[in-house]
C-alpha cells in the first residue's frame, strides 16, 4: 500500500526541515509535525512510522518526479 501524504503534512516538515538546516529547530515546529504525522496515520490507518518515513524521505531526499 502507498503511503499517502497531504500537501498540510509537507508544508509542515519542509518547514521543520528548514529549521533543522538552519540549527534553530523548535519544539514547537517538531511538536507539530509529529502531532500532524500521528492524527494522519490515525485517520488514514497506515503506520505512524511508515508516514513519518515517508514524509522525511519525500522532504529531504525527493526524487525528480516528488517536485
Same mark, same amino acid.
Given at each position: 500500500? @502507498?503511503?499517502? #501524504? =497531504? ?7 519542509? %518547514? &521543520?526541515? *528548514?529549521?533543522?538546516? @538552519?540549527?534553530? #529547530? =523548535? ?7 509529529? %502531532? &500532524?504525522? *500521528?492524527?494522519?496515520? @490515525? ?25
Amino acid at each position: 500500500m @502507498a503511503i499517502e #501524504l =497531504t500537501d498540510e503534512l509537507i508544508k509542515l516538515e519542509t %518547514a &521543520a526541515w *528548514t529549521e533543522i538546516q @538552519a540549527g534553530a #529547530l =523548535t519544539t514547537v515546529t517538531a511538536e507539530a509535525v509529529q %502531532a &500532524a504525522i *500521528t492524527a494522519h496515520a @490515525a485517520a488514514t490507518g497506515q503506520s505512524r512510522y511508515d508516514v513519518e518515513r515517508e514524509l522525511k524521505r519525500k522532504v529531504r531526499h525527493p526524487e525528480p518526479d516528488d517536485e
